[in-house]
């Protein structure tokens, strides 16, 4: 009993901690601790027995693993950020938007951007430093209070993109190696739920940011944004091939290179760039510097929370919660959707929920005679749930790294389209499944 409540109250507390803005490089080994002593996990590896796990390693291979794995990919990110923002680039494409489609609109052209980017192959971590420069140009122009950029970012990203039929993120690549499906694995309930979670994402956030707007909320500048002068920008249209040539790589080379795409397509982009618009160039140097300071930043507190995950992961509350989980009664569908989701919020990771669960998951549930394309489109899109809770790496990296938000201001709308729409067009799947779609 004393593991559960160690468990569970470790989540409860870094969540708490992480609303606060308590430095997740403090909360997140803290909150670990104690979810590690009090499942008698050793501290170090001297005290522990041969082939026990222990708090020290566990922490340390899930941060440096992540860091190993991503820190490339997020430099490469974040210094094309910085290039759209130094080049005009961004500016250019925000303000021929909104002279296109309208101020009103700003909102959903942030959400299209992060949509197609996701949908392109660009990893969800990444997208949110692509766009955010953009984003940022759009808010400011209507004047829409700047703590909806996660929202719009995550809507666009971790929704009816990152999980729906043919995505190439790896949410929907992961059941394949265990169910032998495909990408398009139920692809017909997945547009249905696509939808829902698009249209209605946008008109719940819409409604949100007109709601503040008339509170009296309005775009506050900082000291750290791109600065407002009068500099002559670059043509847009020109100003869009760097981000068109980041979806076209990454999506030709996504099957090959896998993850490291990225880093081909995000290079190529950052040299397009610069290639189309080098006169309104600013501070190259100062540019690719601030990038990959930005880079540091955010990988270091993505890593804290997915250190968090790797000592949760090895104590034996987590693996019989698993196992509870794993062994739902009832319809296939509900029990794996439950428990992908459980798991993904325990982790923080989506992908975490899903590589645990699976092995488990999957040959008991092919044994039942389950339909595997319908199984696989219900967990991917369970699975994009409860891992944006407040202390989900994704959340962490956008709402703080990138946007330089405090949770207590930016979560709540974040957390709305990010958790509760998932979790409504889970169910609308598992319903339409049920009825034979």
Known sequence: MLGFIGLFGALALLIYLTMRGV??????????????????????????????????????????????????????????????????????VSKWIVEKIGVKYAVIAVVIAAATLTYGGVSVFIVAF??????????????????????????????FTMTSAGSPEIQ???????????????????????????????????????????NG???????????SDCRALPNPLLSMIPLIIVLIISFIFHDSLGTS??????????????????????????????????????IANTAAVVGFGGVVKVTPSFLATVDTMTSIPGSPLIGGAVAIAVIAGLTGSASGGQTIALPLLAPHYIDMGVDTDSLHRTI?????????????????????????????????????????????????AIVLFSLGM
């Open 380 to 428: 991917a899109i369970a699975s994009g749930s409860l891992d944006s809770l407040p202390h989900g790496g994704y959340v962490v990296t956008t709402i703080s790294s990138v946007c330089g938000e405090k949770h207590k201001d930016a979560y709540l709308p974040f957390g709305a389209l990010t958790v509760i729409i998932p979790i409504v067009g889970t169910i609308i």
């Open 130 to 159: 692509s766009v955010y420069p953009m984003a940022i140009s759009l808010f400011k122009q209507a004047n829409f209070p700047r703590r909806f950029i996660p929202a719009a970012l995550g809507l666009g990203s971790v929704t």
């Open 172 to 214: 929907n690549w992961i059941p394949i190696e265990y169910l032998g499906t495909s990408p398009y694995a139920g692809w017909e309930v997945s547009i249905v739920v696509a939808i829902f979670m698009a249209v209605t994402g946008c008109l719940w956030l819409n409604w949100m940011v007109k709601r503040a707007v008339k």
């Open 217 to 227: 909320e309005y775009f506050i500048e900082r000291t750290s944004d791109p600065i």
């Open 261 to 298: 795409a990225l880093i081909v397509a995000l290079t190529a982009g950052c040299l397009a760039a610069y290639a189309v618009n080098f006169k309104y160039t600013k501070n190259v140097s100062a540019t690719l510097g601030a990038g990959a300071m930005g880079a540091v930043i955010a």
């Open 23 to 92: 430095n997740l490089l403090i909360s997140a080994p803290l909150t670990a601790l104690i979810a590690g002593l009090t499942n008698g996990l050793a501290f170090f590896p001297q005290t522990a027995d041969a082939e026990q796990a222990n708090y020290l390693t566990s922490y340390m291979n899930g941060f440096t693993g992540f860091v190993g794995s991503w820190y490339l990919m997020f430099m490469a990110g974040a210094i094309f950020g910085k290039v759209m923002e130094d080049t005009g680039a961004a500016d250019a």
